[in-house]
């Protein structure tokens, strides 16, 4: 039972890149999942969530405009389409799941959330 982020490289400035978080184990249908990101030497920050059937979204401030949340529940998948990339998107990118809404809206990178995915390394090089 396990959550797996993917889809991390290396990309230019300007580039994209499309994140995958792939439930293993058990069935994603009945979680919200979040995005969280952590670049080196700073804390782990929210970037973006979704409910459990996708019908609603949030994209933090800084990277509204350029990243997009998504699933695929018959995959058990949900993504984050990472668009005009910039160095300081640079950070290893974790997903989280939980059945609770409220919790994943929190947003907080040190939380206990239901699951926890290892990280996906994104670099963006200028």
């Known amino acids: 039972v396990q959550l797996q982020a993917s889809g991390g490289g290396l990309v230019q400035a300007g580039g994209s890149l499309r994140l995958s978080c792939i439930a293993s184990g058990f069935s994603l249908n009945d979680y919200a999942v979040a995005w969280f990101r952590q670049a080196p030497g700073k804390e782990r920050e929210g970037v973006s969530w979704i409910t459990s059937r996708g019908r609603t979204t949030y994209v933090a401030d800084s990277m509204k405009g350029r990243f997009t949340i998504s699933r695929d529940n018959a995959k058990n998948t949900v993504y984050l389409q990472m668009n005009s990339l910039k160095p300081e998107d640079t950070a290893v990118y974790y997903c989280?799941?939980?059945?609770?809404?409220?919790?994943?809206?929190?947003?907080?990178?040190?939380?206990?959330?239901?699951?926890w995915g290892q990280g996906t390394l994104v670099t963006v090089s200028s």
């Open positions: 989280a799941a939980d059945r609770q809404l409220s919790t994943i809206t929190t947003l907080k990178g040190t939380r206990q959330y239901d699951f």
